[in-house]
């Protein structure tokens, strides 16, 4: 990709279409549009276009345009962006609808803590503003760097929102079942959003000692505004407890590879 820039207004090429170079330009009061541009978040969204599987892969669509109107950052880093592109079918000239909101990468763990015949899973509740509630969730958590380290920052993620240890040898990616062909993550939202969900599956046998003193654990990074409360349910109850997309996501996809004999666990 190359690009050249003046103060709001930045041209880039994309290999995929030389030849129609694509301008992006910055709403009225964004002054840090070629951080935007710089962002892994933009990159990784400009490589998504470009893949095997990408709309831009066939030739039949073209970037014209991207309007870069927010960008909020998470200490020296982008964390979310907001930008409207505009795509367009060559032989029809008709748009697709194209306005994005980007947070990037991100990792779940399923926890399955057996005790004394039961099995229990440990969610986090947590204040959500956009849905104006208070959610039961799997711990979760952004990727926050370039290097793709999913199980590494899976279980820091989790460790700071439970308080739990756990050890990377036993962490399954659950998502790694899926055909190649869907990227081996899932979508939460993809028709306004590019989050893209890496679901792991961590299992344990624990005394029931521990299952009292993870209930109602507060945790989570309070200078970063994180107040998180750890909740442990019964695994049989879990799909009912919860609207988390990533709780019944990550049933799903624990539940058929035990049926399809994928995973050797104890049975729940």
């Not at 990037?104 to 399923?110: H, R, T």
């Not at 695994?235 to 799903?252: F, G, Q």
């Amino acid at each position: 990709m190359s690009t050249d820039s003046s103060p709001l207004t930045h041209t880039i090429t994309l290999p995929t279409q030389l030849g129609e170079p694509v301008q992006i330009v910055a709403a009225p009061g964004i002054s840090d549009s070629q951080t935007a541009i710089d962002s892994s978040l933009f990159k990784q969204w400009l490589k998504n276009l470009q893949t095997e599987t990408g709309i831009l892969a066939d030739n039949a669509m073209s970037l014209k345009h991207v309007l870069i109107q927010g960008v909020d950052m998470f200490g020296e880093r982008v964390g979310f962006l907001k930008f409207k592109a505009e795509i367009f079918y060559k032989e029809t000239g008709k748009k697709v609808p194209g306005i994005v909101f980007a947070r990037g990468a991100a990792v779940a763990i399923l926890i399955l803590l057996e005790s004394e015949g039961e099995t229990y899973v440990v969610l986090t509740e947590q204040v959500r503003v956009p849905v104006g509630k208070l959610i039961l969730e799997l711990p979760a958590g952004m990727l926050d760097d370039d290097k793709g380290d999913f199980v590494g920052t899976a279980a820091r993620e989790v460790e700071e929102e439970t308080g739990i240890h756990l050890d990377l040898e036993n962490m399954v990616d659950l998502t790694a079942f899926l055909e190649p062909s869907t990227g081996c993550r899932v979508f939460p939202s993809p028709g306004g959003c590019d989050e893209e969900i890496s679901l792991f599956l961590y299992q344990q046998h624990v005394e029931k000692e521990i299952i009292m003193q993870l209930q109602g654990k507060e945790t989570g990074l309070r200078d970063h505004g994180e107040l998180i409360k750890v909740r442990v349910v019964p695994y049989k109850k879990l799909w009912r407890m919860t609207a988390d997309s990533k709780v019944l996501m990550a049933i799903a996809l624990y539940e058929m590879a035990m049926r399809e004999g994928l995973l050797s666990s104890s049975k729940t």
